[in-house]
């Protein structure tokens, strides 16, 4: 390895670093003061550097707030393929993929606030969030539930783009109702209560 | 009738009138800007009203969105409401709730956008909002899967709670969907294939 290789291996790391503690502070500063109330500056003062420095990672609020819901969705997505791949039998898979939905963002009540509120306020950022990561999610769940009509265990006379649809839009509601919720409670456990009910509809007799 | 009382009942009209043209201008302008992006000049511009007439009737533009949000869920429960009052059994029951949700949101597009996403950027709103009329909606739901479950067409074994939330997110991300999907197509016609799925899981075999 060059010395010019290695310099810049470090410069790499610490950009990362930095950028990743803009990420990780603007997660807490949107979902405390909501994003339209938020400044720049608030994310600046919570990841401890100036104003100006956060311009040099990102070029505003907006693209702030999409790199958060990109960063999010592509480990998400990296590790449940990861964890799928292992499995074989469709039901079990996408049993873990509902688990893993509500284990993530239980884990992390600001990302959550985030993903269920701060990036639903707009038309715009819909559009583009459902033309991005998130498709590439229900299309996870969409073709798990067409390999288990195509082996028999999944009803074949189920559309399956309206069957993944139901999964994430029950999955995004136990989500939603968890943050608004007054009294706290363990999200993770619900992905069985939700699979009973999902299964009973879309398993074969 | 005294004169008195027909006066009064003659401004009322009028009051009313006017009430609702700034939540019909509000409606539009909300769904076609966003809520954050509209000013209360805009809403009465759309509504051919002076800025300062829109204060006698509301404080404030987050007092429109929470009028647009009220006036529909109470016209949507209480004909809800009559509807199922005249079906008998639970299933029937859930099936109409399910069509009129569908309905009337896939009947108005603009009322569509300001309940599927300008309602949802804040979690004050959304708190505020699951507390109110939202709250009756769903435990509207949920008395008809209780009642279901006595009568034995419903499975015991299920949590009605989780079942009326399931039913809700299909529901809810059904005209998500919709609104964002770039290709027209009617709403209503899902609710068929969303209770075809959810009665696979609920119905007692």
Redesign the interface.
């Known amino acids: 390895m060059s010395r010019s290789t290695r310099t810049n291996g470090a410069a790499r790391a610490v950009i990362s670093d930095k950028r990743e503690a803009i990420l990780n502070a603007a997660v807490k500063v949107f979902a405390q003061k909501?994003?339209?109330n938020s400044k720049v500056a608030d994310v600046a003062g919570e990841a401890g550097i100036a104003d100006g420095t956060v311009y040099l990672y990102f070029k505003s609020k907006d693209e702030i707030l999409h790199s958060i819901f990109d960063r999010a969705m592509e480990e998400f997505i990296s590790e449940g393929k990861r964890e799928i791949s292992e499995i074989k039998e469709a039901a079990e898979r996408l049993q873990r993929i509902a688990e893993l939905h509500l284990e993530k963002l239980g884990a992390d009540r600001n990302l959550a606030?985030v993903f269920q509120?701060?990036l639903?306020?707009?038309?715009?950022f819909?559009?583009e969030f459902?033309a991005a990561g998130f498709a590439e999610y229900l299309e996870i769940i969409h073709q798990t539930i067409e390999e288990g009509q195509q082996t028999g265990i999944f009803?074949k006379d189920?559309?399956a783009t309206?069957?993944s649809?139901?999964l994430?839009?029950?999955?995004?509601?136990?989500v939603?109702?968890w943050?608004?919720s007054k009294k706290p409670y363990p999200l993770a456990p619900?992905a069985d209560?939700?699979l009973?009910?999902?299964?009973?509809?879309?398993l074969s007799?």
């Open positions: 909501g994003f339209f606030i509120v701060e639903r306020g707009s038309t715009k819909m559009e459902s009803r189920l559309n309206v069957c649809k139901i994430f839009g029950a999955l995004d509601e136990m939603t109702n943050i608004l619900i209560e939700v009973k009910i999902f299964f009973g509809g879309v007799k």
